[in-house]
């Protein structure tokens, strides 16, 4: 069966400070892979998403940078981080047939100090 | 009008209660509908997904798809404590990106 890790579960930074979230997935090949970020009373919003290594697609304008350097490897990144970047990141998977759900990890929880 | 609205609640019951959740949409595009629960300080999990109008049921769970008023629903019965969480629905069209409702919170008293 399948099954998608992120860590860390939670992280406490300063402003100003880079970010990484780490997002892997077992069980499949060649997922299509999601950054999401869930903010209190806004629903989740799509960041990035990823139907192959190396190929990313950015949904909204901000801070932060999505990479994909192996096939079930997920990076988010900053190198500056911003108060407003505060929330929970949420990462998914699918296979690659269009219609078919999106399965979640258990997300990283971030605050900026 | 946003692409999805969802009532956030919060929805409280008595254990044993039929719980109806809703959703409607905007945009005529949406072809497939997904629910997701998701329990507090954890990640969506899939519960039901449909693909055309009509009701689909497993266990205590049934999902309603009604596209002509673009009005989605998922019906809990026998309700249990452990339904607690915030239910979100998520209508998607073709592409690979789900439009997520903003949640309603649901509570079961024992």
């Known amino acids: 069966s399948q099954t998608i890790h992120q860590w860390p579960a939670t992280l406490v930074q300063p402003v100003g400070s880079p970010l990484s979230l780490e997002c892997t997935v077992e069980?499949?090949?060649?997922?299509?892979l999601y950054w999401y970020r869930q903010a209190a009373g806004r629903g989740l919003q799509l960041l990035f998403y990823?139907?192959?290594?190396?190929?990313i697609s950015s949904e909204v304008p901000q801070n932060l940078s999505a990479s994909r350097p192996q096939d079930r490897q997920f990076i988010l990144s900053s190198k500056k981080l911003l108060l407003s970047d505060s929330g929970f990141y949420l990462c998914?998977?699918?296979?690659?047939?269009?219609?078919?759900?999106?399965?979640f990890g258990d997300g990283t929880r971030l605050s900026i100090l | 009008q946003k692409e999805v609205e969802q009532d956030p609640g919060p929805l409280s019951v008595p254990e044993g209660a039929i719980v109806s959740l809703n959703c409607t949409y905007s945009?005529?595009?949406?072809?497939?509908f997904m629910w997701y629960r998701q329990y507090s300080r954890k990640g969506p999990e899939l519960l039901m997904y449909?693909?055309?109008?009509g009701n689909k049921e497993d266990g205590r769970f049934t999902a309603q798809v009604d596209k002509s008023s673009k009005y989605i629903s998922l019906f809990i019965r026998d309700s249990q404590p452990s339904d607690s969480a915030t239910y979100l629905c998520?209508?998607?069209?073709?592409?690979?990106?789900?439009?997520f409702g903003k949640g309603t919170k649901l509570s079961v008293i024992p």
């Open positions: 069980g499949t090949s060649n997922p299509n």
């Open positions: 998520a209508p998607g069209a073709g592409s690979y990106q789900l439009t």
């Open positions: 449909t693909y055309s109008s």
């Open positions: 945009n005529s595009a949406f072809q497939y």
């Open positions: 990823s139907v192959g290594i190396g190929q």
């Open positions: 998914a998977w699918s296979t690659t047939v269009e219609d078919q759900p999106q399965h």
